[in-house]
């Protein structure tokens, strides 16, 4: 279940509590959910009931209780909890995940897909921001060009144009770092933070865009050595446990959060691209990617997707693999929408 389809799901609890006079509101034109502040509180929240309480004349943890009761038992909802003041916590059950891994392998190169030119709504007052210092134009037309992908082709026309000395700024930094490193070290910070390029491009964990592509490679080669074995990915369970609560395949549990940030990372990709593309911000994509990847790379260390000596692959294997598949989708769209390559082996 993505952030998109999760909303949905809460605004037509919405819709069915004012129908049957539950809430006497004005039904909103859409919902809030991201995921919360601190661990333990669910994969997404919403303070949809502390929005509606003021209009609804009532308590926000009553109009909570109202939604919570409408919500629990959906379909890839396990259970809804209220937090606080009546903040909604939700929590997702193994089919949401699964099913959220299914789309984004259905969608595949089109999951994320930036908004249409003109779709992406106002941005930064004026378009983009104007950069100075250092790097200034190397830097425009890097940012330029990403823009124009994220549907902001108009916003983007100065950047991305052929300002006198702009392709030799940015051939000399290309030379020295290589294409890869130079375009991450012009986007990666924000709009009002200074560009720090390496001396050299360092191809190590450390290295930011080097761990974004290290960890691309990995999920590919998992799909590959799963290939190799006999069998391919098939969402489903990743967690692997048995109906008695023990492990299928004999090892201990995964740690669940690091599991849940990794989802969380899939699922709010599409908000990524179309916050960056709103804001003018691809800074915005190359974090998202670092995200990703860090909880890839952590879920795959403590957990291994493939069987291991002699053991069978089995359903939980193929979902494991699944999951580096759709993970290896997320990293490769992000990487191509920045120009940057997406290399199979590393």
């Known amino acids: 279940m993505t952030p998109e389809e999760l909303s949905r799901t ?55 209780e109202i939604l919570r009761r409408r919500l629990t038992g959906q379909d890839g909802i396990a259970r809804v909890e209220i937090a606080g003041p009546g903040f909604l916590n939700f929590h997702l059950g193994g089919a949401a995940a699964a099913g959220l891994v299914a789309d984004v392998l259905a969608r595949g190169e089109r999951y994320g897909e930036p908004p249409a030119p003109g779709a992406a709504g ?138 849940r940030t990794l989802e969380t990372c899939l699922g709010t990709y599409p908000t990524a691209t179309a916050t960056a593309a709103r804001r003018c911000a691809p800074d915005r994509v190359v974090r998202h990617l670092e995200a990703t990847a860090d909880a890839y790379l952590r879920w795959q260390e403590e957990f291994w997707p493939l069987p291991v000596g002699g053991e069978k692959p089995l359903a939980v294997h193929r979902a494991r693999v699944a999951l580096a598949e759709a993970t290896g989708t997320v990293l490769g769209n992000g990487l191509h929408l920045l120009g940057i390559s997406a290399p199979e082996h590393v």
């Open 10 to 64: 809460v605004l037509c609890s919405v819709r069915g509590a004012v129908a049957e006079r539950e809430l006497s509101v004005s039904v909103p034109a859409r919902i809030v959910v991201q995921p919360p502040p601190r661990p333990g509180c669910g994969e997404y929240a919403s303070n949809v009931a502390l929005q509606l309480a003021g209009p609804a004349g009532l308590p926000a943890r009553e109009v909570a």
């Open 122 to 259: 106002p941005g930064r007052p004026g378009g983009p921001a104007r950069f100075v210092g250092q790097w200034a134009r190397a830097r425009e037309r890097v940012v330029g060009e990403v823009l124009a992908r994220l549907g902001r082709a108009a916003d983007a026309g100065a950047g991305a144009g052929g300002a006198p000395g702009l392709d030799g700024e940015l051939a000399s930094l290309v030379a020295r770092l290589g294409s890869d490193e130079a375009r991450w070290a012009l986007l990666r910070p924000a709009a009002h933070d200074p560009v720090r390029p390496p001396e050299r491009p360092v191809q190590h964990e450390d290295n930011p865009r080097f761990r974004v592509q290290y960890a691309h490679a990995r999920t590919r080669a998992m799909v590959r050595n799963a290939a190799e074995l006999g069998f391919a990915g098939e969402p489903g369970d990743v967690r692997g446990e048995a109906p008695d609560g023990t492990a299928a395949d004999h090892r201990p549990p995964q740690d669940a959060s690091t599991l």
